[in-house]
């Protein structure tokens, strides 16, 4: 799942050597930190959010079908 949200992280950005993702797993549940530049965080979120909503929304449908939960965090 990581590699997924990676390539879509990374498709978004201009500068791809900024992006980062810590994978924290505890138990059934799988928290994603997500760190860009500063000015790659705007794409990545979006207007109003819609983006990071979609991200999220895509994440989720996948790992419901491993049985699990997921929770993605934006971090400046």
Do not use: C, H, P, W
Not at 17 to 43: A, H, N, P
């Amino acid at each position: 799942m990581k590699d997924m949200l990676e390539l879509i992280i990374t498709n978004l950005v201009a500068d791809k050597s900024q992006v980062s993702i810590e994978e924290i797993i505890e138990d059934k549940v799988i928290t994603y930190k997500v760190k860009t530049s500063k000015e790659d965080m705007g794409r990545v979120i979006g207007r109003q959010g819609r983006v990071a909503k979609s991200i999220r929304t895509v994440m989720k449908s996948i790992s419901a079908k491993e049985g699990k939960k997921v929770n993605i965090d934006f971090i400046d």
